[in-house]
């Protein structure tokens, strides 16, 4: 079964809007990820974020973690188009293994 | 510093064919991993790769094999292609962990007729 699942599958919103997604997942975790896939690419990384920590920030990305509700939101402000793409979090379990969502497409409209 | 290349880019084969797809890591990596990507199951781990060594597995038929080479390269093989074996496939490198930060390639797209 999915480790991670993000929501909502699907997201359009104005260029300039903030853009939020979740993951939520099933098991305790080492720490999440969240990676950003152009069409028909590979995926790039984003962010880690470890067990321990509640709030991440990388420029225009900002990442919260909920352990206690097995949930993390991924938050890209002043969107612009260049941010349409798929974004999966990925989370290690502890296990050496590391599970990926089924991602939110986000489209940006001019 | 390089990225990871995957070669070739796109494939096309038919049914009961073999395909061998190429991945080269990022220098100095030593952890390569290999997913297929459907738009109905997503992103699905294939297999990692550690130093030449299988270190982790997915829940993939035997088909679908691999091997990492002393230079860390990696080769992932399908035998007897099927329909629904037609996918994105694509590699990642990482420092040592799977669980480590991945860097992706571009892919190879893999058609069966």
């Known amino acids: 079964s999915q480790q991670g699942e993000e929501d909502p599958q699907a997201l359009s919103i104005q260029e300039g809007e903030n853009a939020t997604m979740n993951c939520s997942y099933k098991?305790?975790?080492?720490?999440l990820q969240w990676y950003r896939q152009n069409s028909g690419r590979g995926l790039v990384h984003l962010i880690l974020?470890?067990?321990?920590?509640r709030e991440k920030h990388s420029g225009r990305l900002r990442v919260t973690l909920d352990t206690s509700k097995k949930s993390s939101s991924l938050l890209i402000t002043a969107s612009r188009a260049a941010d349409t793409a798929s974004y999966f979090c990925a989370t290690d379990a502890g296990d050496d293994k590391i599970i990926f969502g089924k991602g939110t497409r986000l489209h940006i409209l001019p | 510093k390089a990225g990871v290349t995957q070669t070739p880019r796109y494939l096309i084969k038919t049914r009961g064919q073999q395909v061998t797809l190429s991945c080269s890591p990022i220098?100095?990596?030593?952890?390569v991993s290999w997913y297929q990507q459907t738009p109905g199951q997503g992103l699905q781990f294939l297999f990692e790769?550690?130093?030449?060594?299988?270190?982790n597995k997915g829940n993939f038929p035997g088909r679908f094999s691999g091997r990492q080479f002393s230079n860390s390269r990696s080769e992932m093989n399908v035998s007897t292609l099927e329909l629904g074996d037609s996918a994105l496939y694509l590699c990642a490198s990482s420092l040592g962990l799977l669980a480590d930060i991945q860097y992706f390639g571009a892919g190879t797209r893999l058609s069966v007729l």
């Open positions: 790769y550690f130093s030449e060594t299988q270190r």
């Open positions: 098991t305790s975790i080492n720490n």
């Open positions: 220098s100095g990596h030593r952890s």
């Open positions: 974020i470890r067990s321990n920590e």
